[in-house]
């Protein structure tokens, strides 16, 4: 038996989407492990244990009961935001010595920038959306930034790593408001060109048998753009498998197995895409993509015939080993 943390909660707006995740995870968790969730907040880490909190120190990594100090073998980092999804934690579990499934420091830290990855990205031949960034609201010139991309364009924090703070731009009298919404949410923001197409997510992992890409789910928000609410709240249909040709599947699962190697993630992703013409175009990548009941993956496994106990039991043992 071997005793896993789940890390949730964090320092984003989306802090109880990832309580929710870690609690569908830690219920479905497979049996033989002792599963308890460290609560990440940033003035105090806590575990639930028998119907209550108790103090978790960053110290020693570990939480006292029944005055002996309990240390996780393993953890899975299950912070949607800041500072899971970026990479801090697991760079601060790397240093205490405790093995973890999730994507490293660096790769989760690339992935976590919508503007930065997808420059990578581009690098390697993968097609993106034009698109422009803002370290300061200062730099902000919408004549410039109309000229480039035109209108309608998206406005989105960059490294918030959240649904929140995201508009669709289709007036020049927006702009300002959208860049004002975005900064709240993180310190850098980019404008994106509008893609009209087809939106489509393809769930990602490392199995047994190598990487494994899952059935696609198709995206028809009833908002303007798969927002908060359309994620989480029920404004949007998710259909799986997406209905999309067999040759458009193939290609964004190909692609998205693709990037899943080219960035070196581990355990689960999801990267969306924009089929445009029939050509994908990814959106963003997402090393802790939510596992809540009203979340994609888990929709993705349904589908697929995997229940989320034996999903979970795979990755332990392919990420375990591979460490």
Not at 172 to 188: D, I, M, Q
Not at 212 to 234: H, M, R, V
Not at 261 to 283: E, K
Request: glycine share 8%; proline share 5%.
């Amino acid at each position: 038996m071997k005793k896993i943390a789940i890390f949730c909660g964090g320092y984003s707006s989306e802090w109880e989407i990832s309580l929710k995740s870690a609690q569908t995870i830690a219920e479905n968790f497979p049996s033989g492990h002792e599963v308890f969730k460290v609560i990440v907040q940033k003035d105090l880490w806590q575990v639930e244990v028998n119907g209550k909190r108790v103090p978790f120190s960053i110290d020693t990594m570990g939480y006292t009961l029944n005055d002996s100090l309990v240390v996780p073998d393993a953890a899975i980092v299950y912070i949607h935001g800041d500072p899971g999804e970026n990479g801090k934690l697991q760079a601060l579990l790397e240093m205490k010595g405790i093995p973890y499934l999730n994507s490293g420091p660096l790769a989760s830290s690339l992935s976590f920038d919508k503007w930065y990855c997808n420059q990578f990205l581009k690098g390697f031949g993968i097609k993106v959306a034009e698109s422009v960034l803002l370290t300061n609201f200062e730099e902000l010139n919408a004549d410039e930034l109309i000229k480039k991309l035109e209108i309608p364009m998206f406005v989105k924090p960059a490294d918030s790593g959240s649904s929140f703070g995201i508009s669709k731009v289709k007036t020049r009298e927006e702009l300002v408001p959208a860049f004002e919404k975005a900064f709240a949410e993180g310190g850098t923001v980019v404008a994106e060109a509008f893609l009209d197409g087809t939106e489509v997510t393809c769930g990602v992992y490392r199995g047994r048998d190598g990487v494994y890409a899952l059935p696609l789910t198709e995206i028809a928000s009833e908002n303007e753009f798969f927002d908060y609410e359309a994620k989480y709240l029920g404004k949007s249909s998710e259909i799986t498998p997406a209905r999309v040709s067999d040759e458009i599947r193939k290609e964004v699962q190909k692609q998205a197995k693709y990037i899943y190697q080219l960035l070196n993630l581990r355990s689960v992703a999801r990267i969306d895409f924009m089929v445009v013409n029939g050509v994908p175009y990814v959106i963003e990548v997402n090393t802790t993509p939510g596992f809540s009941p009203a979340s994609i993956v888990p929709q993705m496994l349904a589908c697929d015939g995997i229940s989320i106990s034996d999903f979970w039991a795979e990755i332990l043992e392919v990420e375990l080993l591979n460490r």
